[in-house]
């Protein structure tokens, strides 16, 4: 099977707001049963955000706030362990680095601690609950 050609680019929270929510809402809402109102947090327009296009279609979305905590890692199904999770994160732990910010760090949802792993991200403290999915923080560590 080839693996798809994406763009990781970064997006606007404006004007690709209805390409990021659709990624967004089918894996975190329709899959994951999240509450729209938790996914959707209100936080969006301050932050940095990244999509995934493969054929202009949008297939993966990641958001970095000021605050550091990268989240609204998510691709489509179809489109996952084909590298374009990896690329995504790249790209939001690069650009977090330009902006110094300090710690970079996530809350992984527990089943894909593993890919943070093997991306640099370490975990601390406790697992605990989100949206009833149990998470783990994990900090970049720089690796290279």
């Keep these: 099977m080839n693996e798809p050609n994406a763009l ?3 997006a606007s929270w404006p004007q690709d707001r209805d390409l990021l929510c659709k990624v967004r809402l089918e894996v975190f809402v329709q899959e994951q049963e999240v509450p729209q109102e938790l996914e959707l947090d209100g936080l969006d327009a301050t932050a ?3 999509i995934a296009l493969v054929d202009d ?16 890692m998510a691709v489509l199904i179809p489109y996952r362990n084909q590298g374009i999770g ?3 994160l790249r790209a939001t732990v ?9 710690p970079v760090y996530l809350h992984a949802q527990l089943s894909a601690a593993d890919f943070y792993l093997r991306h640099g991200f370490q975990p601390y ?8 999915i149990v998470h783990q923080a994990m900090r970049y560590q720089n690796l290279e």
Excluded: C, M, N, W
């Design 94 to 102: 690069a650009r977090a680095l330009e902006l110094g910010y300090s």
């Design 125 to 132: 403290g406790d697992t605990f609950e989100e949206a009833d």
């Design 57 to 72: 279609k949008p297939v993966g979305t990641a958001r970095l706030l000021p605050s550091g905590q990268i989240g609204r």
């Design 8 to 10: 990781i680019r970064e």
């Design 86 to 88: 990896g690329e995504l």
């Design 48 to 50: 940095v955000h990244f």
